[in-house]
């Protein structure tokens, strides 16, 4: 029976419909499921089926966008129990398309399947010089970044960064990935990134990875 509403709740998700979510992450929280719960076995579930789906062509950008605006949906009503539960993020990540970069599309999905997958992620936005990924990266204390690019010509602002990150003494600790439609995993591998993911969904699958988890 309890578990019944979570699955109704993964499964609303699945479909996008961001009212019934909120009205059933609502319903949980009111019967008593922890955040941890609700996260795991209804919002996250329901948002790792879409991001495999994604990942076998499915369901396209559309559906992601519309399961992702229903999970923010319910994240608005779990994200202060969270807190007051101590329930920590798998890890952080400071995310952003790179400099001279406008395009923000595919960041954003990206963004938004690392939360759904439980991680604390701080977005950047655009056009984001190496430094300001730096001081980002020091100042949330992140266990990875993740840089976007959609131009010939701004991919090279990556290489720009991870120099940056070596010159901070941060390499080390902070896990770089990359990822935008020009890139490939043998440029990834030039500019010394630790992994390049394809699509939002394998971005997801590559920072588990990366994070050992
Ligand atoms: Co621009 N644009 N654009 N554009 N634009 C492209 C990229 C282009 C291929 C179009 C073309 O000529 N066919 C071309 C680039 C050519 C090249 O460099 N080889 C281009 C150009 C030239 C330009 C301008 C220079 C045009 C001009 O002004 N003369 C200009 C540049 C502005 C700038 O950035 N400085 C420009 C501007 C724009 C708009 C502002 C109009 C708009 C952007 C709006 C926005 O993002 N808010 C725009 C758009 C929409 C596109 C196209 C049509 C679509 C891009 C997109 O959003 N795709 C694009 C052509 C195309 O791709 N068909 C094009 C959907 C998105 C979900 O996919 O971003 O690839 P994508 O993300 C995927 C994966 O790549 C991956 O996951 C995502 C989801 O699966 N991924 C990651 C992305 N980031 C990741 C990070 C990861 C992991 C995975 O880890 C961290």
């Known amino acids: 029976m ?11 998700l699945i479909k996008g419909q961001a009212p ?10 009111d019967e008593g499921f922890s955040a941890k ?5 209804g919002l ?5 089926v879409i991001g495999d789906k994604f990942k076998r062509n499915e369901v396209y950008i559309p559906e992601v966008l519309i399961a992702a605006r229903a999970m923010n949906a319910g994240m608005a ?4 129990l969270l807190k007051l539960a ?6 952080t990540v400071c ?5 001279g970069d406008l395009h923000d599309i595919g960041k954003n999905l990206v963004c938004m ?24 990266a020091q100042e949330h204390n992140a266990d990875a970044i993740g840089m976007s690019a959609l131009l010939t010509t701004t991919m090279t602002n990556m290489k720009a960064t991870v120099d940056a990150f070596q010159e901070a003494g941060l390499r080390g600790k902070v896990k770089i990935m990359v990822g935008g439609a020009p890139l490939t995993q043998n440029f990834a591998d030039e500019i010394g990134a630790d992994g390049y993911a394809p699509d939002a969904a394998s971005a997801v699958d590559l920072l588990h990875s990366l994070m050992g988890s």
Request: net charge negative; proline share 3%.
């Open 113 to 136: 399947m690392l939360e759904g997958a439980g991680y604390e992620v701080v977005d950047l936005g655009v056009n984001c010089e190496p430094e300001k990924f730096v001081k980002a």
């Open 20 to 29: 019934v979510v909120k009205e059933l992450t609502q319903k949980a929280i």
């Open 86 to 91: 101590g329930v920590k993020a798998r890890g």
């Open 77 to 80: 009503l779990v994200k202060p």
């Open 37 to 41: 719960e609700i996260l795991d076995d």
């Open 44 to 48: 996250v579930a329901g948002m790792s």
């Open 2 to 12: 309890a578990a019944e509403l979570l699955e109704q709740l993964s499964a609303a």
């Open 95 to 99: 995310c952003a398309t790179v400099k």
